[in-house]
């Protein structure tokens, strides 16, 4: 992922309010007036939103549905595009999410952020 912000360089301060986990999730992304969601997965989650990699990459600001599958259980979020990165990737912030599936997906950041990489 290119580097947007990189808090031990001055110039650019860390903006992240919570701590990302590197792994990799399925993902579907509702896009306004599309009735089939896009599939595909995120490659960096926090609390606060995900990067997904895609070369078909999503205008910033726009606002979407996106279904997080959590080791089979989809967690539902509303969401916005805050970064696009053209042929790479977007970076969206959670909106909304319900207080149980936020539970969830913080005890799966804990959890996988623990997990040494293969």
């Known amino acids: 992922m290119p580097n947007e912000s990189n808090s031990s360089d001055p110039g650019h301060p860390e903006r992240r309010r919570h701590p ?40 910033v600001g726009t606002k979407l549905a ?28 959670f909106l909304e999410i319900r207080a149980e599936d936020r539970e969830r997906l913080a005890k799966f950041i804990v959890d996988n952020a623990a997990t040494p990489e293969h």
């Open 66 to 93: 996106m279904t997080l599958w959590l080791d089979d259980v989809p967690i539902n979020v509303s969401c916005v595009v805050v970064t696009c990165h053209p042929q790479f990737g977007n970076g969206f912030e």
């Open 20 to 59: 990302r986990c590197k792994v990799a999730i399925p993902v579907e992304l509702h896009m306004p007036g599309v009735s089939t969601p896009s599939r595909t997965s995120a490659e960096e989650i926090s609390l606060g939103g995900c990067y997904i990699e895609t070369t078909f990459t999503v205008p």
